[in-house]
C-alpha cells in the first residue's frame, strides 16, 4: 500500500473512529436509568469521582458507567464497573433499576450490610461481582440470574447453605467463587450447572463428606474446596471430573488412601491435598501422571518409599511431600524429573545421605530437606554445589554432632538464602561462604560453632538477614557488619519470586517459629544473641536504617550505649539485655517512633530512665537487674539532698552557755566557785605541815 492510500485509509479510520466517540457522547441518559444511580450513590457514604449530576445530567459519560443505544430500548446503561474506587456505606434496592445492566462490579471497596435481593434478579446481568467487600446475610433462595456467567461475591461475610436456585434458571454460567465467606452447606441444586468450568468454595465452614453433586459437573476444569471441614474418604468419583486441570482439596480433614483414579484426571496439572489425614502410599496413577506440574501433598500420614516415574511425569516441576512418614533411601530417580524447580522433602524419615544424582538437578531452584534424617553434610554441600540455579537451601535439623566444612571450596553462585540452623554442628563459620556474592539470607542458629566472627561477613551486598544466634562465637563483633549495604541503603533491592514453600525462623528446637514464603519478606534483622562475644557495640551500627531486628542479649559486650543507635529508624526490636554494659540508656532512643520491643535488662547501667516515645510503653522487665536505674515506670529517681548550708552568726537563742547561764554571768560564777573551792582546801595558802612536808620531797 503506497503513502497515498494509506493516508486515505487512516483518514477514514479517524473519522469513524470519532464519529463513534461523538455518538457516545450525545447518548441521553434514560431517566429511569438517571434514577436508579442518583438513589444508589445517595446510599453511599463516600463519593463517587466523576459523578455530578448538578454540572452533568447525563450519566453515560460517569466513571464507570457504560450506555449503549438499541432500537427497542433506547440508550441505557449496560455496565457499572466501580471496582476498587474506596467505597463504603450500603447498596440500596434503587440500583435494580438498572434493568437491562449486562455487567455489574462493585468488587474491592469497603460496602457492608445486606444486599438488596432484587440485585439477584437481574434478568440480563452476565457479570455479577461483589467481591472483597463486608456484604453478610443469606442469599436469597429464589436467586433468579438467567443470563450470568460469572459470579462472585467472594471474600465477604456471607452465611448459610449454598442452597439457591442459580444454577436452575442459568444454563450459561461458567464461573462461581463463593470463598472466603462462612457458608455451612452445598445443596444438590449446585449439579444443575452443567456448564460449570469454575468453581470455588475455598475458606468456608463446609463439612461433612465431600458433597456428591459436585461428581456432575464433568464440565469443571478448576475445583477449589481448601480451607473448609470436609472429612472422610475421597471418593473415587472424583475421577469423572476428567476435564480438570486444578484440584485443590488442602486444609480439610481428608482420611484414608489417595483414590487411585488419576489416570481419568489427563488433564491436571495442579492437585493439592496438602494438610489433611491421608495415610498408605502414593497410588501408581499419580505416580505416572504425564499432565502434572504441581504436586502438594504436604502435611499429611503418607509413607512408604517416595516413587515418582519421572520419565513419565515430563511435566512435574513442582513438588512437595514434606511433613509426612515417608522413609529412605532418597530415590536417584527423582533427578530424572528434568523441569524440577522446587523440592519440599522436609519432615521425613529418610536417614540418608543425598544422592549423588542430585547434580543432575539443572532447574532446581529451592530445595527444603529441613529434619529428614540427612547425614554427611560434606557430601551434600559437594553435591548441591553443582545445581547451578540453586537459590534457596534449607538444611535445618540434620548432621546432627558433625563438623561443617570450612577448607572445602565450595560455589553455590546463585544461593540467596541458607538455613542450616538447629543441627548442632560444630567448627566455625566456612570461608567458603564468602563466595556467595548473591547472599541475601543466613540462617546458622543453634549450633555449637565458635571462633570470631569473620569479617568478610560485612562485604555481601545484598545481606539483610544474619542469624548467628545460640553458638559459642568468641571475639568482638567485627566492624564491618555496620557497612552491610542492604541494612543501610533502603533502594537495594533484587527480583525475587515467590518461595512456593514457608521457611521459617526458629526462636529454638523445639519451635516452628514465624514463616514466611518469600525471602524478601523476612524483617531485616542481625541477631547474635546468645553467644560469647565481647568488646562494645559500635556506634557506627546507628548507620544500619534498615534493620528491624537487632539482638545481642546473652553476650560479654562491654561499654556504653552510643546516642547512635537512634540513627536505626526503622528499628522494632532492640534487645541488649543479659551484658556488661554501664553508662546510661541514650535519651535519643525515644527517637525510634516503631520500637515494639525493647530490654536492656541485666546490665551496669545507672541513671534515669528516659520518657516519652515508645518508652512509655516498655514495663519494667526491660530495666531489672540495673542497680543504678531508675525512672517512673521502673523505681522511682531519689532528688538529690541538698548541700549543707554556710556557716551563719548564731541566734542568740543559740549562744554559748555554761552552767545553764549565759556565758558572761556564767563565766563570773564559775571563777568565784573556783577560787572559793580552792581556799576551802587550801590550794591557794596550803597550811605549814603540808608545805614542809611537800618541801621534804625535793
Not at 142 to 156: A, E, R
Not at 159 to 165: K, L
Not at 581 to 608: C, D, R, T, W
Request: charged letters at 15%.
Amino acid at each position: 500500500m503506497g503513502f497515498p492510500e494509506f493516508f486515505v485509509v487512516f483518514t477514514l479510520l479517524v473519522l469513524s473512529i470519532r464519529a463513534h466517540v461523538l455518538a457516545y457522547q450525545n447518548m441521553t441518559c434514560n431517566p429511569n436509568d438517571m434514577g436508579a444511580l442518583d438513589g444508589f450513590s445517595k446510599c453511599l457514604a463516600s463519593e463517587i469521582v466523576g459523578w455530578d449530576n448538578s454540572t452533568s445530567s447525563n450519566c453515560c459519560t460517569w466513571t464507570g458507567v457504560t450506555c449503549e443505544n438499541s432500537n427497542v430500548s433506547g440508550t441505557r446503561v449496560v455496565k457499572l464497573e466501580l471496582g476498587s474506587k474506596r467505597l463504603h456505606g450500603v447498596v440500596c434496592e434503587s440500583l435494580a433499576g438498572l434493568d437491562k445492566l449486562k455487567i455489574l462490579n462493585l468488587s474491592h471497596n469497603l460496602l457492608s450490610g445486606s444486599v438488596p435481593a432484587k440485585l439477584f434478579q437481574l434478568q440480563n446481568v452476565e457479570v455479577l461481582d461483589l467481591s472483597g467487600n463486608e456484604f453478610n446475610g443469606l442469599i436469597p433462595v429464589d436467586t433468579d440470574l438467567p443470563s450470568i456467567q460469572f459470579f462472585d461475591i467472594s471474600d465477604n461475610k456471607f452465611f448459610g447453605s449454598i442452597d439457591w436456585s442459580l444454577c436452575k434458571t442459568s444454563t450459561r454460567i461458567r464461573v462461581i467463587n463463593l470463598s472466603d465467606n462462612y457458608f455451612s452447606g452445598v445443596s444438590t441444586s449446585l449439579g444443575n450447572c452443567t456448564s460449570l468450568q469454575n468453581l470455588c468454595l475455598g475458606e468456608n465452614n463446609l463439612s461433612g463428606s465431600f458433597p456428591e453433586s459436585l461428581f456432575q459437573l464433568r464440565n469443571l476444569s478448576e475445583l477449589q474446596v481448601q480451607g473448609n471441614m470436609f472429612s472422610g474418604p475421597l471418593n473415587d468419583e472424583i475421577g469423572n471430573l476428567s476435564n480438570l486441570v486444578k484440584l485443590d482439596i488442602s486444609l480439610n480433614g481428608f482420611s484414608g488412601n489417595l483414590p487411585d483414579v488419576f489416570r481419568s484426571l489427563g488433564k491436571l496439572e495442579y492437585f493439592s491435598a496438602a494438610s489433611n489425614n491421608f495415610t498408605g502410599q502414593l497410588p501408581p496413577s499419580l505416580s505416572n501422571s504425564p499432565s502434572l506440574m504441581t504436586l502438594n501433598l504436604n502435611n499429611n500420614s503418607l509413607n512408604g518409599p517416595i516413587v515418582l516415574n519421572c520419565s513419565a511425569m515430563i511435566h512435574l516441576s513442582w513438588i512437595d511431600l514434606g511433613s509426612n512418614l515417608f522413609h529412605g533411601p532418597i530415590p536417584d530417580s527423582l533427578s530424572s524429573c528434568q523441569r524440577l524447580s522446587t523440592l519440599n522433602l522436609a519432615r521425613n524419615n529418610f536417614n540418608s545421605q543425598i544422592p549423588d544424582s542430585f547434580k543432575n538437578f539443572q532447574a532446581l531452584t529451592y530445595l527444603r530437606f529441613s529434619e529428614s534424617g540427612l547425614v554427611n553434610i560434606s557430601a551434600a554441600l559437594e553435591v548441591l554445589q553443582q545445581c547451578r540455579n540453586l537459590s534457596v537451601l534449607v538444611l535445618s535439623m540434620n548432621f546432627y554432632d558433625e563438623e561443617i566444612p570450612s577448607e572445602m571450596n565450595f560455589q553455590f553462585e546463585n544461593l540467596k538464602a541458607l538455613v542450616v540452623a538447629n543441627s548442632q554442628l560444630r567448627g566455625s563459620i566456612p570461608r567458603w561462604l564468602s563466595g556467595c556474592n548473591k547472599l541475601q539470607l543466613l540462617d546458622l542458629s543453634w549450633n555449637f560453632l565458635g571462633g570470631n566472627i569473620p569479617f568478610w561477613l560485612g562485604n555481601f551486598e545484598f545481606l539483610f538477614y544474619l542469624d548467628l544466634s545460640n553458638n559459642s562465637l568468641t571475639g568482638q563483633m567485627p566492624g564491618s557488619l555496620t557497612e552491610l549495604r542492604s541494612l543501610i541503603n533502603t533502594n537495594i533491592s533484587l527480583e525475587e519470586p515467590s518461595l512456593g514453600f514457608p521457611l521459617f525462623v526458629y526462636k529454638s528446637p523445639s519451635s516452628r517459629g514465624f514463616k514466611y514464603k518469600r525471602v524478601w519478606s523476612f524483617p531485616p534483622t542481625l541477631d547474635l544473641s546468645k553467644n560469647k562475644l565481647t568488646g562494645p557495640i559500635w556506634p557506627d551500627f546507628g548507620n544500619l536504617k534498615r534493620l528491624h531486628v537487632f539482638n545481642l542479649k546473652d553476650n560479654y559486650l562491654t561499654g556504653t550505649i552510643s546516642d547512635s543507635l537512634s540513627g536505626m529508624n526503622n528499628l522494632e526490636t532492640l534487645d541488649l539485655s543479659h551484658n556488661n554494659l554501664s553508662g546510661e540508656i541514650p535519651n535519643s532512643l525515644i527517637q525510634l517512633s516503631f520500637l515494639s520491643k525493647f530490654s536492656v535488662a541485666y546490665n551496669q547501667l545507672y541513671g534515669e530512665i528516659p520518657t516519652g516515645g515508645q518508652f512509655l510503653t516498655f514495663s519494667s522487665s526491660s530495666f531489672e537487674g540495673n542497680k543504678g536505674l531508675c525512672g517512673e515506670q521502673f523505681i522511682p529517681c531519689q532528688l538529690e539532698r541538698p548541700p549543707p548550708p554556710p556557716p551563719s552568726h548564731q541566734s542568740p537563742s543559740n549562744r554559748m552557755t555554761i552552767i545553764g547561764l549565759p556565758f558572761g554571768i556564767g563565766a563570773t560564777t564559775a571563777f568565784v566557785l573556783t577560787v572559793t573551792f580552792c581556799f576551802m582546801f587550801g590550794w591557794v595558802f596550803p597550811k605549814a605541815d603540808t608545805r614542809r612536808r611537800s618541801n621534804s620531797r625535793c
